[in-house]
């Protein structure tokens, strides 16, 4: 009776050990990418070097996340002349693998207190013959 324990005591441990070697086959990049933005909130043009790091799910679905951004205020369109402001930039972007559909959510805030959100997201539907039948795109940021 105590050898049955046992066995089913690592049958179980190893159902668990299992599911957590297939979670990592996740494929995981890191890029680096200028980001340049009118912050119409502030009127601040916003720059700087935006670290993401992408994931492709074992599932087929692209999620995207800001891991480090810290952007500098300028007033002027050429980035000439600085505002003495910084901002943090946080970010998730999820979309299908086919990219039909998808959503992006970023937040930017200033000292601690959040300053604006931006949202974006779209949707394309097509039929069995590839025609589109249904095309959403929507774009709009809060002002806090």
Known sequence: M??????????????FAVDNVNAQNDKVIEYVYPLKVYLECTGDWLFGQVT??????????????????????????????????????????????????????????MDGNLVALYHFAWHTTTNAKGRVTADFVKEWWDCK
């Open 2 to 15: 105590k050898t049955l324990k046992i066995f089913i005591f690592l049958c179980f441990f190893a159902a």
């Open 52 to 109: 993401y790091v992408g994931m492709e799910t074992k599932h087929g679905l692209y999620i995207d996340k800001v891991r480090d951004a810290t952007l500098t205020g300028y007033t002027d369109e050429f980035l000439l002349i600085p505002s003495g402001r910084i901002y943090e930039l946080s970010q998730t972007a999820t979309s299908s693998g086919d990219y039909t559909k998808g959503e992006n959510l970023a937040r930017i805030s």
